[in-house]
């Protein structure tokens, strides 16, 4: 998100969605008004904050943070994340690594709440058909259509405490003949606080070159104003067409939307 022309690639994929004022701003055609996007500040690349940083930059309630791949919250992190949630912040978290458990385990007060990777690079996951803003949003209706794992495992949980989460989808890789881990949640939202979790730190990754079928799930049509459109053929396997960005660009719709509430609510005489 934070892509800048400066790279070597340009503006990554994720970047020219938020970047682009006909999706996020104050033109007559923006699906979503706002005044302005400002990205990590101007920090390009990876952005690893330690604790101290974090909290810094989480006490000026920014209205949306979006963890990704690479990223690795400690235990003081963790609690940080917390008490932003508990501000009325809004967390959009995709991570398959080791702290992905912490952070759920933390939000969740639940240290039973476990976690395994599963499936390979190029799996392929339902969506439901639940009526809410992540699914059903400013940028498009994916009910009951799928997305995308890039390039490496999935993190999958168990013991997520189900009266606390709306379930977007479960381990079961579509691409594949045989179901399995129908048991796990690999993508939730949690049903009180603006929290929502997606087990694939790469959710968010995309790439010019959309022939390989394993990575870079993650699309916007460069020729109309960057609108987030499927990735077509899709999977390791079977293939699909998988609507991350779209999930993705009506997540930040909905963030946005809750942060603004949050603003409106602290006005109040």
């Not at 997520?160 to 399995?180: M, R, W």
């Amino acid at each position: 998100f934070g892509g800048s022309p400066s790279n070597a690639l340009g503006y990554s994929q994720s970047a020219k969605l938020v970047k682009t004022a006909a999706n996020f701003g104050l033109l007559e055609n923006s699906i979503v008004k706002v005044e302005s996007v400002s990205v990590n500040n101007g920090v390009v690349g990876n952005y690893m904050p330690t604790a101290a940083q974090l909290k810094t930059a989480l006490d000026v309630m920014p209205s949306v943070v979006v963890l990704g791949v690479y990223y690795v919250p400690d235990a003081a992190s963790c609690q940080h994340f917390i008490d932003y949630l508990a501000k009325g912040g809004v967390l959009l978290a995709f991570l398959e690594f080791d702290g992905a458990e912490l952070i759920n385990r933390t939000i969740f007060g639940n240290q039973s709440i476990t976690s395994t990777t599963i499936n390979n690079g190029g799996a392929v996951y339902s969506l439901p058909y639940n009526n809410d803003e992540i699914l059903n949003g400013s940028f498009g209706d994916i009910r009951g259509k799928q997305w995308g794992e890039d390039a490496t495992p999935t993190r999958a949980f168990s013991n997520i405490p189900a009266g606390s989460v709306i379930a977007y989808s479960t381990g079961d890789d579509k691409t594949q003949s045989t179901t399995a881990n129908t048991d796990k949640l690999t993508m939730f939202r949690h049903t009180s606080l603006n929290y929502l979790y997606c087990g694939d730190g790469g959710f968010n990754s995309g790439f010019s070159d959309f022939v390989y079928k394993l990575a870079y799930p993650f699309r916007v049509d460069e020729s109309n104003n960057n609108k987030p459109i499927p990735r077509a053929t899709y999977g390791r396997g079977t293939t699909y067409d998988v609507y991350n960005s779209v999930l993705t660009a009506n997540a930040i719709a909905w963030g946005l939307r809750k942060a603004q509430e949050r603003e409106d609510a602290s006005k109040l005489p």
